[in-house]
Nanobody
Framework: QVQLVESGGGLVQAGGSLRLSCAASGRTFVNYNMAWFQQAPGKEREIVAA???????????HYALSAEGRFTISKDNAKNTLYLQMNSLKPEDTAIYYCAADPTWRRVPGTSANQYDYWGQGTQVTVSS
């Protein structure tokens, strides 16, 4: 069992940056695949970025095409914290961002919401034009 608490969302102008954080409870954070998903009004929850289990550096990562080159997912196992650095934000990035954890060992981190067992409450990101 793990509990996830996101923070760092807010209102930002297009072209700006935000850093989301996700604090995880429990001592097995290192064993979880972690991910950020976004959900805009009327749309399904979609993968933004994922990072594999294991060490903080060198873990396998995956990015949605829309996030590639603008967002960076990272984690600090010592702090049990997942991050999402978001740069060059666009109005279409506006959504609720959720942190998710998957305890199943996988060669690469999953990209589907149904592969993740634990979810945070979400944090709102709004990008104005």
């Amino acid at each position: 069992q793990v509990q996830l608490v996101e923070s760092g969302g807010g209102l930002v102008q297009a072209g700006g940056s935000l850093r989301l954080s996700c604090a995880a409870s429990g001592r097995t954070f290192v064993n979880y695949n972690m991910a950020w998903f976004q959900q805009a009004p009327g749309k399904e929850r979609e993968i933004v970025a994922a990072i594999g289990s294991g060490g903080s550096s060198g873990a396998s990562t995956h990015y949605a095409l829309s996030a590639e080159g603008r967002f960076t997912i990272s984690k600090d196992n010592a702090k049990n914290t997942l991050y999402l650095q978001m740069n060059s934000l666009k109005p279409e990035d506006t959504a609720i961002y959720y942190c998710a954890a998957d305890p199943t060992w996988r060669r690469v981190p999953g990209t589907s919401a149904n592969q993740y067992d634990y979810w945070g409450q979400g944090t709102q990101v709004t990008v104005s034009s």
